[in-house]
């Protein structure tokens, strides 16, 4: 089980990436725009350089939604490995089964 801080500031880094989404498209439209000026440009780099540095999606870590845990994490099921196979083992994971050969 990981801390739970460190889960809670993971969820903190979320909701930042949300609030700042459309204000962070807007700026980043400028930047790539060809019909803006340098000093359009300019301006829209600063303002972006200034917005949190959490609210930048790439900071977002995705987590075992059980655990927390941030390693071994399954993308297509929200769980690390050692969730998922317990999961899987019981069950619970429709379409999933052992593999033997």
Not at 47 to 59: C, E, H
Request: proline share 4%.
């Amino acid at each position: 089980m990981a801390k739970k801080s460190l889960i809670a500031r993971e969820r903190k880094r979320v909701k930042l990436v949300e609030k700042y989404r459309n204000r962070r498209e807007r700026l980043k439209q400028i930047i790539v725009d060809k019909q803006s000026t340098y000093q359009e440009k300019q301006d829209a780099e600063l303002r972006l350089q200034k917005l949190p540095r959490n609210s930048s999606p790439i900071r977002i870590h995705n987590r075992c939604k059980v655990t927390g845990r941030p390693h071994g994490y399954y993308r297509k099921f929200g769980l690390g490995r050692n969730k998922l196979r317990e999961s899987v083992m019981r069950g619970d994971v429709p379409g999933v089964v052992k593999a033997s050969w």
